[in-house]
Nanobody, 126 residues
Framework: QVQLVESGGGSVQAGGSLTLSCAAS????????MAWFRQGPHTEREGVAA???????RVADSVKGRFIISKDDVENTLYLQMSMLKPEDTGAYFC????????????????????WGQGTQVTVSS
C-alpha cells in the first residue's frame, strides 16, 4: 500500500522560507517520478515542480528561481525548499508519485500521477 505523507506547511510572511517534506512508503522515491502540486483558494490544482528518477527536473515558471525540488533516497523522502515566498504561493501543497514514468510526457500535469498525499497548507501573508 502506497502512502505519501506531507509535512512542513505553515504560516509565513512574504519573503520568508519553508521546506515541505513528503515521506513515502510502499514505493521507492529514487526510482519514481515525484512531484509537488498546489491548489490555491481560488485556483485549480497546478504542478509546481517534478523530479524524475533520471534526475530530470521541471519547475513551473511561477516558482522558478525560488523553489527547489530534491529527494533523499535513504530517507525515501521528497522535499520542496521554498524561498522568497509570495502571498500568491498560498495554498494546499500535495505530493504526487508515479512509479512507472516510461510513458509520462507532461511532468507537471496531475493526470500523469497515480498516487497522492493528503496535502499540507502553506499560508503566506503580505
Amino acid at each position: 500500500q502506497v502512502q505519501l505523507v506531507e509535512s512542513g506547511g505553515g504560516s509565513v510572511q512574504a519573503g520568508g522560507s519553508l521546506t515541505l517534506s513528503c515521506a513515502a512508503s510502499g514505493l521507492t522515491v529514487g526510482t519514481s517520478l515525484m512531484a509537488w502540486f498546489r491548489q490555491g483558494p481560488h485556483t485549480e490544482r497546478e504542478g509546481v515542480a517534478a523530479l524524475d528518477s533520471d534526475g530530470t527536473r521541471r519547475v513551473a515558471d511561477s516558482v522558478k528561481g525560488r523553489f527547489i525540488i530534491s529527494k533523499d533516497d535513504v530517507e525515501n523522502t521528497l522535499y520542496l525548499q521554498m524561498s522568497m515566498l509570495k502571498p500568491e504561493d498560498t495554498g494546499a501543497y500535495f505530493c504526487a508519485a508515479e512509479p512507472d514514468s516510461d510513458y509520462v510526457i507532461n511532468l507537471l500535469e496531475e493526470y500523469e500521477y497515480k498516487y497522492w498525499g493528503q496535502g499540507t497548507q502553506v499560508t503566506v501573508s503580505s
